[in-house]
Nanobody, 123 residues
Framework: VQLQASGGGLVQAGGSLRLSCAASRRTNSNNAMGWFRQAPGKEREFVAAIGWRGGTTAYADDLQARFTVSRDNAKNTVYLQMNSLKPEDTAVYFC?????????????????WGRGTQVTVSS
C-alpha cells in the first residue's frame, strides 16, 4: 500500500487547511486510517483516526475541537479538516493505515505510512 498525503502549506494563524491522503489500492477499505504529526525536534504524535466504516473516530484530546477526520472509501481517501490553526500546529503531517478496523492512537498499530505533508502556521 502506498499513501500520498497532500494539502499542506503555509497558512496564517486562525486559518484552515484540508489534508487528503490517497491510498494506492483498495486494501484499506476494511482498515482504520490515522493522522499523525511530527514537529521539529519532537516525537511523532497522534492527531486523529477513523474506523473503516467511518462511523468511529478518535482524536488527540486537545485537537478534537478544531480537527475533523473523515474518509471516502470509494476514493480510498482519508481527509483531515483543520480549523482555527495555531503556530503550534506546525509540523509534518503523516497519514497511515492501521492493521485493525477500529481507530487507534498507538502508532505501532499502523504498518503503512505516507511520506507526509508540511503544514506551517504563521503567527
Amino acid at each position: 500500500v502506498q499513501l500520498q498525503a497532500s494539502g499542506g502549506g503555509l497558512v496564517q494563524a486562525g486559518g484552515s487547511l484540508r489534508l487528503s491522503c490517497a491510498a494506492s489500492r483498495r486494501t484499506n477499505s476494511n482498515n482504520a486510517m490515522g493522522w499523525f504529526r511530527q514537529a521539529p525536534g519532537k516525537e511523532r504524535e497522534f492527531v486523529a483516526a477513523i474506523g473503516w466504516r467511518g462511523g468511529t473516530t478518535a482524536y488527540a484530546d486537545d485537537l478534537q475541537a478544531r480537527f475533523t477526520v473523515s474518509r471516502d472509501n470509494a476514493k480510498n481517501t482519508v481527509y483531515l479538516q483543520m480549523n482555527s490553526l495555531k503556530p503550534e500546529d506546525t509540523a509534518v503531517y503523516f497519514c497511515a493505515v492501521s492493521r485493525f478496523s477500529y481507530p487507534s492512537r498507538d502508532r505501532s498499530n499502523y504498518p503503512y505510512w505516507g511520506r507526509g505533508t508540511q503544514v506551517t502556521v504563521s503567527s
